[in-house]
């Protein structure tokens, strides 16, 4: 694996920022790290065998600007971590890179959020009962959980447990792999990365393996408390345990101004923006890539709760 990043497309909330009719100090911004679309995360890199690739972790309804605005033509996999809205209603626009890589592309998913997805997207799973025949995406599921460990192309991605209030929602360990499938001992930044949105509660069996990271991506909503997403505090001190050389928070609402409560994070721990690149160039995703100092954002879409 080389020339590896890791792209958070999309770091807001379910409703978007700006806010439809919200006319606040967030949604009214001129900082572009205030304008959040849907999360979703894209990992780009060469394999051994020299193929470029192209995972997905979700496939928000902004996912035609991310893919727009980050020139994407392939995808070799989307990981689903549930199925709200604001994670699965890209996957229409996925179609078009069947069209040109020609291939299927596989999707992973916990049963009941594939169950979903069949439900929402019938025209795709079902095609054959569409009236008028339709080009529709080429998708071939395949069921995973905690403890089913996914190996494809030098990438390894542990299913991690997470709570989302209530509801059981998958996280994700994502690490350079051995031709054996085990996790490389040179690991390329920022591997090992977790991946975890959407989080108000992180089980007693999946802290061990958020052991040893060099960046975590966690979920922060807002200041107040909410049932199903981690407060400020408490994404704060969740990372402060796990301990994780590169701490980047998503999952914004329009609560949180990026310019006042960025400064004010622990070492180590940053707000992140639509567009930022962990693992490229130096730092590792730091200060030189901020779009308050150039215009690398990826600035379309909207973000939500």
Known sequence: ????????????????????????????????????????????????????????????????????????????????THAHVDHIFGL??????????????????????????????QHIFRKQDNVNP???????????????????HGLRIEPLRLLHGRLPILGFRLEAADPDGTPSTDQPAPFPLAYCTDVSGIPPETWPALEGLRTLVLDML??????????????IDAATRIGADSTWF???????????LDPQLPPGMRLAWDGVRLGAGPGVGGRDSDPAAD??????GAGGE
Do not use: K
Not at 45 to 60: E, H, I, K
Not at 92 to 109: C, G, K, L, M, S
Not at 222 to 235: C, E, G, V
Not at 295 to 300: H, K
């Open 222 to 235: 807002r200041p107040r408390n909410h049932p199903t997403h981690f407060t400020i505090d408490q994404a």
């Open 92 to 121: 229409d626009d996925v179609r078009r890179y069947n069209a040109v890589q020609r291939t299927p592309i596989e999707i992973f998913a916990e049963p009941e959020t594939m169950s979903a997805l069949e439900r929402v997207f």
């Open 1 to 80: 694996m080389r020339d590896l990043e890791v792209i958070l497309c999309g770091t807001g909330t379910s409703s978007g920022i700006p806010l439809i009719g919200c006319r606040c100090a967030v949604c009214t911004s001129d900082d572009p790290r205030d304008r959040r679309t849907r999360c979703g995360a894209c990992l780009r890199y060469v394999d051994d065998d020299g193929t470029p690739r192209v995972v997905l972790l979700d496939c928000p309804p902004d996912h035609r600007e991310h893919s727009l605005s980050l020139g994407l033509d392939r995808c070799d996999g989307i990981y689903f």
């Open 134 to 152: 339709s080009f529709v995406a080429d998708l071939v599921p395949q069921a995973i959980g905690p403890g089913s460990t996914v190996v494809r």
């Open 250 to 260: 998503l999952h914004m609402s329009h609560e949180i101004r990026h310019a006042e």
């Open 295 to 300: 215009a690398s954002a990826v600035a379309d």
